[in-house]
């Protein structure tokens, strides 16, 4: 339950401290006081997204800090060992800042988390009844998911969303393939040929530039053996040849030294040298021995090189690429014939996850119908008691459809006759606005018994109601508090004599600057205050006699 809420500077709000007990907890005060705040204050705790409108005055932030009880509450506590932060003595902290520029942080326990965190524990902390709970009323996926809540029938209604977003998954694979018979076979067909066509070419890896290499060597073979021919007469087979001149160099360098010793590193250089000349002579000698000039494979090697410039053409890719075109067919080819594999095994798949999803949808059906029948009679009961008179009906139709949905193959409609004799209208047909309100109220109360949820906010839902069906709202509310914690905001005195714990929310005005103030208020403060409720801008005192039976009665 919500034991604590603090709040500094949201709105017209400085700070405020409340303590929350069990039971019913009733706000009141004048419109406009500041009691949609405190629910604002809630709805960041619970993750809501934020406006930095919402930050008072020149304030640079606002923090807002929940504490509550969850000794008992096991979905939290397992929500929080999931995220790896442990409870302090059965208390939960959660508090949330924003800042001017725009910032926002979420704490719980002083451990920093998403904002989602917070939407997914505060689904099992608070659960929030708007005023205007009656305009969703009217909407398809809300009737649907009242019928469900009522009914927990979680498994089977997982299974079939599961089994339909499988299908989804299922039908994108198989539109992403973008297979089909006739563009498989020609496709087909064509990679065949063209890598077939390649392989006859046995072409080899770097095999176009070798033979490149080769074309040009034997295309210039005469040239190459007279050209070294010359060198290696320069270097070392001349009357003038370069060894020669350099040994005669070192001797002249040699008895120099013995002249001047500074001039000894010279014939180190010299001798170097020579053996550099000598090693070109002897490198440059074997190469023209090891040369034999072939001019009768030229025709051969053109002829190779001519075909390959051909392929490469036809492929359009250089020639020297070829051996990786022909990897890239292979490539494609193997994806192609695994494509078409993948999608009959998909398609497969497919009309087995259809057959499962409707055997899931059928038992789904089945829950419904026999859900809509207990919840129409409660809710029909249940309306009596707000003074309507007719009755509601959960009408399940079947979807005509052969597309799978993500809830079901069922139309969910509830069918109203607000008094008796009159036939039964689907609820978006209903025109007072008060009836629609008690409608709402009563579906709420309903489906509010089994949820599970701690602590249950009911925000002016009984707008619209008056006189003694006000009294039955406000026994109602509190009877849901002997099971959970009820706040409630209401400006029915009716509904607020009947809280366990009473909140007075004000609005004033202190040099220049309105603030909102709430005080929880004694026995003899809640007679005033629920007098107020019954006389308006005046108290009489038969109003606060009126107001005190109404309270000793409770």
């Known amino acids: 339950m919500l034991a604590q809420l603090i709040i500094n500077d949201l709105a017209i709000i400085s700070k405020l401290s409340l303590d929350f007990e069990s039971g019913m907890t009733v706000l009141t005060g004048e419109t406009g006081a500041g009691k949609s705040i405190l629910l604002d204050a809630l709805g960041l705790i619970l993750g809501d997204r934020a406006d930095t409108n919402i930050i008072r005055g020149n304030s640079e932030k606002t923090d807002i800090t929940a504490i509550f009880f969850i000794k008992n509450n096991a979905a939290v506590i397992e929500k929080l060992k999931s995220i790896e932060i442990e409870s302090n003595n059965d208390e939960l902290f959660i508090r949330r800042t924003i800042r001017k520029d ?46 469900d809540q009522f009914g927990q029938y979680n498994s089977i209604l997982t299974s079939t969303t599961k089994t339909y977003h499988e299908l989804i998954n299922i039908n994108n694979q198989i539109n992403n393939l973008e297979v089909n018979e006739e563009n498989y076979e020609s496709t087909l067909t064509l990679l065949k040929y063209q890598i077939d066509e390649l392989n006859k070419s046995a ?18 073979s005469q040239y190459i053996l007279e050209a070294s021919q010359e060198i290696l007469n320069e270097l070392s087979e001349s009357d003038s040849a370069i060894n020669t001149k350099l040994a005669k160099c070192q001797n002249k360098i040699n008895e120099l030294c013995l002249i001047d010793n500074s001039l000894n590193n010279i014939p180190n250089l010299l001798d170097t040298a ?20 072939d001019t009768s494979k030229l025709n051969t090697l053109e002829s190779r090189l001519d075909k390959l410039n051909e392929l490469a053409r036809k492929y359009k890719t250089r020639p020297e690429q070829l051996p990786d075109h022909l990897n890239l067919l292979i490539t494609q080819l193997d994806k192609l014939e695994g494509s078409f594999e993948q999608q009959e095994e998909l398609k497969q798949k497919r009309e087995e996850l259809t057959t499962k999803y409707y055997k899931f949808a059928n038992e789904l059906r089945k829950e419904r119908v026999l859900t809509a029948k207990v919840f129409s009679k409660k ?4 309306i009596h ?3 309507m008179g007719g009755e509601l009906e959960i009408k399940i139709e079947a979807i005509n459809n052969e597309n799978p949905h993500s809830f079901g193959m069922d139309n969910i409609i509830f069918m109203v006759s607000t008094n008796p004799g009159q036939p039964l209208r689907p609820i978006t047909k209903v ?14 109360i309903i489906s509010s018994k089994d949820n599970n949820v701690p602590t249950m906010i009911f925000d002016e839902v009984d707008a619209g109601i008056g006189g003694s069906v006000a009294e039955i709202v406000g026994k109602l509310l509190n009877s849901l508090a002997i099971h959970s914690q009820i706040l409630c905001v209401t400006h029915l005195p ?6 366990h714990q009473h909140f007075q929310v004000s609005k004033n005005t202190k040099e220049g600057e309105t603030y909102t103030e709430v005080f929880s208020l004694d026995e003899k403060e809640r007679i ?27």
Do not use: C
């Open 431 to 444: 025109a007072s606005g008060g009836e629609l309100s008690r409608l709402s109220l009563a579906i709420q």
């Open 528 to 554: 005033n205050e629920i007098a107020r409720m019954l006389a308006g801008m005046e108290v009489t005192s038969e109003s606060r006699a009126n107001a005190e039976r109404m309270l000793v009665l409770k």
């Open 379 to 382: 809710i029909t009961n249940k």
């Open 385 to 387: 008691e707000l003074g």
């Open 203 to 220: 072409i080899e890896e770097s095999e176009y530039s070798k033979l490149s290499e080769e074309y040009k060597r034997q295309s210039h």
């Open 102 to 147: 725009g910032r926002s942080r979420a704490y719980i326990n002083n451990t920093p988390v998403p904002i989602q965190t917070l939407r997914d524990i505060g689904e099992h902390l608070i659960e929030i009844h708007g005023q205007h709970a009656h305009q969703s009323l009217s909407q398809p996926k809300t009737q649907r998911e009242l019928l």
């Open 494 to 499: 009716q509904v607020a004599s009947y809280g």
């Open 274 to 293: 020579l053996i550099q000349v000598n090693e070109t002579t002897e490198e440059l000698k074997n190469y023209i021995n090891g040369f034999h000039p």
